[in-house]
């Protein structure tokens, strides 16, 4: 049974920084994408950012265009654990942050992921 666990979400202010980690269990996932979505309220699910493996230990991250600059996608393979900085909140940035896991192949879309944690919510006060 693969499980992944989001922490790290809570309520800031504008201007902070946040930390979400995912912990994934079941498998080793280090050849595996790895990616972040949100969705905010009456708004449909987004991707964030995404974090790829080349295949040589070299993993790339991509982004959405809105949050290139403030967000940084990295992964720890020993813990199974991959990770979303978030630096410089804005309000725009509410919503459950959901972390997920394709097995075959880069992507975008939310629809080919195969594995989705519950979500954690940032709330992000003006």
């Known amino acids: 049974q693969v499980q992944l666990v989001e922490s790290g979400g809570g309520l800031v202010q504008a201007g902070a920084s946040l930390r979400l980690s995912c912990a994934a269990s079941?498998?080793?996932?280090?050849?595996?994408?790895m990616g972040w979505f949100r969705q905010a309220p009456g708004k449909e699910r987004e991707f964030v950012a995404r974090?790829?493996?080349?295949?040589?230990?070299?993993?790339?991250?991509y982004y959405a265009d809105s949050v290139k600059g403030r967000f940084t996608i990295s992964r720890d393979n020993a813990k199974n654990t991959v990770y979303l900085q978030i630096y410089n909140l804005k309000p725009e940035d509410t919503a459950v942050y959901y972390c997920?896991?394709?097995?075959?192949?880069?992507?975008?879309?939310?629809?080919?992921?195969?594995?989705w944690g519950q979500g954690t919510q940032v709330t992000v006060s003006s």
């Open positions: 079941g498998r080793t996932f280090s050849s595996y994408t």
């Open positions: 997920a896991v394709r097995r075959i192949g880069f992507s975008q879309y939310d629809y080919v992921y195969d594995y």
């Open positions: 974090i790829d493996w080349s295949g040589d230990s070299t993993y790339y991250g």
